[in-house]
Nanobody
């Protein structure tokens, strides 16, 4: 079992920055991919960014150049640095990790960007 706890969400003006953090505990040695998703009201959950254990990253087109995902394998954390935030980035953001057996989700943290 893996437990995930996110932090760092909040309210920010357009153009501002936020940094989300996700801490994993439990069977952390089984974690491979670490990801951030988001879900806006009335919309499907979408993948924002992902990072492999080796540090290879992948980003959604909508946030390329503005968001950066990073992970610390020693601390079992994954962060999402969000810059140049736009109102359309408003959503609940979820941390997720993949093990060899299954996927685990965090409880989510709200990000609200005001115009």
């Amino acid at each position: 079992q893996v437990q995930l706890v996110e932090s760092g969400g909040g309210l920010v003006q357009a153009g501002g920055s936020l940094r989300l953090s996700c801490a994993a505990s439990g069977d952390v040695f089984s974690i491979n991919m670490m990801e951030w998703y988001r879900q806006a009201p009335g919309k499907q959950r979408e993948l924002v960014a992902q990072i492999t254990r080796g540090g290879t990253t992948n980003y959604a087109d909508s946030i390329k150049g503005r968001f950066t995902i990073s992970r610390d394998n020693a601390k079992n954390t994954v962060d999402l640095q969000m810059n140049s935030l736009k109102p359309e980035d408003t959503a609940a953001y979820y941390c997720a990790v993949w093990t060899t057996v299954r996927m685990y989700w965090g409880q989510g943290t709200q990000v609200t960007v005001s115009s």
